[in-house]
């Protein structure tokens, strides 16, 4: 059970629940505008006292059926509440994400046509590629393996600026890895790293989010073409891993970029 960690996501999801929301009067003054301790407790049926405890570390592992009154009460959608199970340690711990990328995802990335793609893991590790993602993003190849990462190249790389939906969206992702794989010591570092380079980065972690827009819209700046408007969009595939994908409206410069991409640029790398 992860105490700490379990205990700030109660406290930050209790913080974004108007009275209103649950059914209670808003009526006098609060210090904070969410609900206060004891009226999640009343609504979820258990003592006062277990949930301070619980927000200050301190409680016993709460059960799956005391999680799931929380999760109502707190309006969990289902990524939070399967979070908030794993944090309490109900759920098996793997050590590692996937290295391993499927021949079905492989085939799928290489016959998307005018749409830039990669498959990634948990941790964010890019780990198969289209070539016009590398024509548009960079060369992945280029990238030593243990560098090829959304978040390091994105710290890197001039082409993609750090937006703040951007920071929110990767912040969320990795927030939701850390309690899957929560021995992993790469995925830490990488967490760590990016909270002191970032303070946008650093802000978002702070609120413990898990859930996460699955589209953005971004502009990438290539050095031939210059800026780049592109529809982000992430999707589960096969293999525990998920595919990020950028298309453009027919007619734009990503289709006359996908006329360049050299196929050996995206040649598929573990």
Known sequence: MRRRELAEFLRHRRAAVLPGEVGLP????????????EEVAWLAGVSV????????????????????????VLRLAAEEREHAHRLAGHAPAPTAPPAAVPDGVRRLLDRLGPVAGYAINARGDVLAWNPLAAALLGDFAAVPTAERDVLGIAMRSDRCGASRGFAEQLAAQLREATARYPDDPVLRRRVELAARRDPAFAAA??????RYRTGLRKRVQHPDLGPVEVDCEILDAPGGLKLVLHSAAPGSSLDA?????????????P
Request: glycine residues 10%; proline residues 9%.
């Open 49 to 72: 006292n277990y949930y301070e405890r619980l927000e200050q570390a301190r409680a016993p592992r709460p059960s799956p059926r005391v999680l799931d009154a929380l999760g109502d």
């Open 26 to 37: 808003a009526s006098g003054r609060r210090r904070t505008p969410g609900l206060r301790r």
């Open 257 to 269: 970029l996908a006329g360049t991409g050299s196929p050996d640029r995206g040649e598929w790398r």
């Open 205 to 210: 972690w702070s609120r413990h989010d898990v």
